[in-house]
Each structure stands twice: as C-alpha cells, then as structure tokens.
C-alpha cells in the first residue's frame, strides 16, 4: 500500500466518522466507495470493517445509555441466522457489484410507509431487521440506509437511534471482517491482510471525527436529524450508482 494511499483513508476515516457521529450513518457508505476505488475488494472489505467496529463501538460508548438493549438481542437472533446462512453460501461480490448494492440500498429510505411499514420496536422487525441487514452488510460493505428504515419511523430520539444502530453495526462489521478474512488467510496467509499500522492510525481519528460530530448532534432537533438523513443518503446512493455504471 502507497502512503499517499494510505493518507487518503486516513483523512476518509476522519471525515466520514464525523457524519456517522451525526446521523449514525452515511459515513459508512462513503467509506466504503473510497476503499473499494482504492483497495481490492477483500482488503477494502477488512479494513472497512475493521475500522467500523472501533468507530460505532466507541459511538454507542459515548451514547451507551441510550442503548436499546431488547432491540439489539431481537437483532443479534435475525443475525447469527444470515451468518449461519452466508458462510454455507460463501458469495464474493466483486467492485462494480458492491458500488451497484450500495447505490440501490439508498433508495430504500425514499419507500412510502404504506409500502414498507418498518418499525423496529414492533413484533418481530428486529429479527427480520437483524437478518437482512447482515446479509447486505457482510456482502456488500454497509447496509445503514437499509438499517436506518427499521428505525427511520420509531418513536426513538436522535440519541436512541445513533446509540442502538452503533451497537448493531459492531456486531454487523465483525461479522464482515471475519467473513471477508478467512478466505484471504486460507489463500496467502496472514500476512496478506491489511498492514496494522494503518488500523492503528485509523482508530483515534475514527475516535475523535466521532467525538465532533456527537457535539453537532447534540446541537440538533429530532425532525431535523431525520430529514437530513434522508437527502445525504440519496446524495451518497446517486454517487454509488453512477459508479456501478462507469460514469465516473
């Protein structure tokens, strides 16, 4: 890996921790577009990753009280059945693949409620929300715009939202890492995955762009941080799909 990039993650790592520490998304997705422009796609996958589960680990740290622990047990159960169900599959996407997932995951945020009725506090959503979100997640890098319509229409603060995402989404990207690395160590050995010293840069600016963007968040209303969420998604997914289709 060249510094310059290496550099250029590192910077992404601030900036798109600052807007996950916002909306408790979004950083994710941009993040993972980089990688796979920068990366082959199983490196860019573990360090995706690998990244992730430090950042909204130390985001549902920093927002621990407000984590909704029955929603996440409900989501861990939908989870370890699409782990069970993807390492019998054994998929690998490929780049121009993954950019079309990201693209068309965003779009979800935009269904009518008479359409999708996604509720993660009702009966048996956390499950399914547990299921499907892991199953795109693992596959295709990030699934926030898909996560965020189970929660998108709750009556949950700002700060329940980004708290109990955060913490699904630890479980989500070590399931990834895990998923991604093994065939990668069975083929070339350990030392083919990620250099440690970029992981080890990475963790305190993921720390401190999640530190900044919880102060904006604090500065924020509930209505506000919904609609804002929804159009920087959009804007993310229109990105994600001209790149599925070469345009840039």
């Known amino acids: 890996m060249s510094l310059m990039t290496a550099l250029i993650i590192l910077v992404t790592v601030l900036v798109t921790t600052f807007i996950s520490g916002i909306f408790g998304m979004a950083g994710g997705i941009i993040f993972m577009g980089v990688l796979a422009a920068l990366l082959p796609v199983a490196t860019a996958m573990i360090v995706h990753g690998t990244i992730q589960i430090f950042s909204n680990g130390y985001r549902a740290f920093l927002w621990r009280r407000h984590i ?126 990620p250099p440690a010293w970029l992981i080890l840069a990475a963790i305190p600016l993921s720390m401190l762009g999640t530190t900044l963007g919880g102060k904006v968040l604090e500065r924020m209303t509930d209505v506000n941080f919904k609609r804002g969420m929804k159009y920087l998604v959009t804007v993310i997914g229109a990105v994600m799909l001209m790149k599925a289709a070469g345009w840039l």
């Open 68 to 193: 909704n622990w029955t929603i996440f047990g409900r989501y861990a159960l939908g989870s370890l059945v699409a782990v069970g169900l993807l390492f019998a599959l054994s998929w690998r996407p490929g780049h121009q693949v993954v950019y079309l997932m990201l693209g068309l995951t965003t779009t979800l945020v935009w269904l009518p409620k008479r359409v999708v009725d996604l509720d993660i506090q009702k009966r048996f959503q956390a499950e399914g929300a547990g299921f499907v979100v892991q199953a795109l997640n693992t596959v295709a890098g990030v699934a926030g715009p898909l996560l965020d319509l189970f929660f998108v229409r709750t009556d949950m603060t700002r700060h329940q939202i980004v708290a109990t995402k955060a913490v699904t989404q630890v479980l989500a990207h070590f399931v990834k890492v895990v998923f991604w690395s093994v065939p990668v160590i069975m083929a070339a050995g350990a030392g083919a995955l």
